[in-house]
Nanobody, 123 residues
Framework: QVQLVESGGGLVQAGGSLRLSCAAS????????MGWFRQAPGKEREFVAA????????YYADSVKDRFTIFRDNAKNTVYLQMNSLKPEDTAVYYC????????????????WGQGTQVTVSS
């Protein structure tokens, strides 16, 4: 089992930055891929970013490319989502997820999920 706990959400003005954290525990994640997803009210949960825990390729949704960065700290067993130049349309609950099935943008391919953290961007 893998446990994921997100933190770092909050209220920020448009143009500002936030860094979300996802602390992982339960087993070694070196063979997993990690993803961030978000869900706005009344909308489907959508892909934001993903990378292998061990490094290598990263995927980003077009809507966040060049603004968001996914990275990890092995020593802290934590994956991060650095969000810059935030826009009101980035407002959502952000979820961290882990999958054994390879780097993916598809939410149904992820096995483990955190509880989510709210990000609100005011205009």
């Amino acid at each position: 089992q893998v446990q994921l706990v997100e933190s770092g959400g909050g209220l920020v003005q448009a143009g500002g930055s936030l860094r979300l954290s996802c602390a992982a525990s339960g087993r070694t994640l070196s063979s997993y891929a990690m993803g961030w997803f978000r869900q706005a009210p009344g909308k489907e949960r959508e892909f934001v970013a993903a990378r292998y825990w061990s490094g290598g390729s990263t995927y980003y949704a077009d809507s966040v490319k060049d603004r968001f960065t996914i990275f990890r700290d092995n020593a802290k067993n934590t994956v991060y989502l650095q969000m810059n130049s935030l826009k009101p349309e980035d407002t959502a609950v952000y979820y961290c997820a882990a999958t054994r099935w390879g780097l993916s943008m598809k939410k149904y391919e992820y096995d483990y999920w955190g509880q989510g953290t709210q990000v609100t961007v005011s205009s």
